[in-house]
């Protein structure tokens, strides 16, 4: 049995709780480090490095879910520790403040902890989506379940920051709590029962990590995707751990501020896929390949926005322009892994945990040195520039194009006839 829209959702408000458990790390507790600790942004950059890095093993969970069956398991322990982690960040900013040592070691742990449970949880229940919906429903699916994971970024996000001020460490611990355990406990209500739901599949006997993983490279097509997912990525990461710092320090925004400033761009992203879900998905207009080098493209002219901004002073042109990059990210993102949920599903069939993992890895992986890259470059350009918005603004046209070389590869990565399949009517 297919999974059919319900169950959809539901597993959607799994990725709901990733997105709002993991936007506090690169946003609230970066621009906190930076700004108010008055740390180099190289130490966040290098702890959301760490647990990217530690996302190497999305093939593992992959592999694990596709030959031992019972995802559902690997869903929910991954969130608890995710969540666990995303406390005990907040709680080593807080350490930090006095003890900087004692904080720093807290922090290592728990963002090795957040890495962990994204990729557990995460892995795990992309591959349970491109397994058990129906071919004609990937699409449909990768859209419900990224949209929902955007607005659950955008409205924490949001939330938070409204919150967060005035701030106070006390206040911070006390809304992290709160957002763990709520995510914990509607995770384990959204999964219950639907993969007993699914036809259920032997577990392959003797099946080895590596050569699954030999086999789907030796795939074209599969090869040439993870490189677009590595160099689109990148891109995509550069910007995650400074523009609220660059907002901070350049635009004076208030940890409020730069934390609903972060909400409003994730709303500009919820928008650009909802554009492409209800265009491609539901009316069939275009092909994925167009809308991912749209994308792409409209990314890297907003970069360039956000970037002469700074010569305004601006706040509203600043929000203005970070929308509009949400917007454009939402647009790549979405297509691209509509496209991804495709080609999960061909070649060598009961794979798709494996492929997911594959592409989930090359994702962190890129995530980990965009961010990594995008924080230690920012540092060093503003030291060399003399100032914060030249070097802050030199870092997003790097981004930028790097966002013009992934659109070009993106010609060859998207195969030319893929579109996003229209969704079917009824349950089933």
């Not at 907040?90 to 403040?97: E, F, K, P, R, T």
């Amino acid at each position: 049995m297919m999974l059919g829209w319900v169950a959809i959702i539901r597993l959607g408000l799994v990725q709901m709780c990733l997105g709002a458990i993991v936007v506090l790390t690169t946003s609230t507790l970066n621009r906190l480090m930076v700004v108010e600790l008055a740390l180099p942004a190289l130490l966040p950059g290098l702890l959301v490095g760490l647990h990217y890095g530690i996302q190497i093993t999305r093939p593992h969970w992959g592999f694990f879910s596709d030959t031992q069956g019972r995802r559902s398991r690997w869903i929910t322990g991954g969130m608890a520790v995710l969540a666990l982690g995303g406390f005990g960040a907040a709680l080593g900013v807080v350490i930090m403040q006095h003890s900087f040592a004692a904080g720093l070691a807290l922090s290592v742990v728990a963002y090795a902890a957040i890495g962990l449970g994204v990729g557990a949880s995460g892995t795990s229940l992309l591959a349970l989506l491109a397994s058990a919906a129906a071919p004609e429903r990937r699409a449909a699916a990768a859209t419900i379940t990224w949209l929902m994971m955007v607005a659950g970024i955008a409205v924490t996000a949001g939330t938070v920051g409204a919150l967060l001020d005035p701030y106070s460490p006390g206040l911070l611990l006390r809304i992290v709590a709160a957002l763990g355990l709520g995510a914990v406990a509607l995770t384990g209500l959204a999964i219950a029962g639907i993969e007993a739901k699914v036809e259920p599949r032997p577990p392959e006997p003797k099946a080895k990590l590596r050569e699954g993983l030999a086999e789907i490279w030796a795939e074209p097509a599969a090869r040439r995707f993870t490189v677009f997912v590595f160099l689109s990525m990148t891109a995509y990461f550069m910007q995650e751990l400074i523009l609220e710092p660059y907002a901070g320090l350049v635009f004076g925004f208030t940890p409020g501020q730069s934390t609903s400033l972060s909400g409003a761009q994730n709303g500009g992203v919820f928008l650009g896929m909802l554009t492409v879900g209800i265009a491609a998905t539901g009316f069939g207009l275009g092909r994925l390949r167009s809308w991912v080098v749209g994308g792409c493209l409209g990314s890297a002219a907003s970069l360039a926005a956000v970037s002469l901004v700074a010569q305004t002073g601006s706040g509203a042109a600043l929000i203005a322009a970070a929308v509009a990059l949400g917007f454009c990210n939402g647009v790549f993102a979405v297509a691209a892994i509509a496209a991804m949920m495709a080609l999960a599903g061909q070649g060598r069939d009961r794979r798709e945990g494996t492929r997911m993992g594959l592409w989930g890895a090359a994702q962190a992986i890129a995530a980990g040195i965009g961010g990594l890259a995008g924080a230690g470059l920012a540092d060093l350009l503003r030291g060399l520039m003399g100032s914060d918005a030249a070097g802050f603004g030199a870092v997003f046209l790097i981004e930028a194009m790097l966002f013009v070389l992934a659109a070009a590869l993106a010609v060859r990565a998207v195969a030319p006839g893929t579109r996003a399949p229209r969704p079917l009517a009824g349950e089933g």
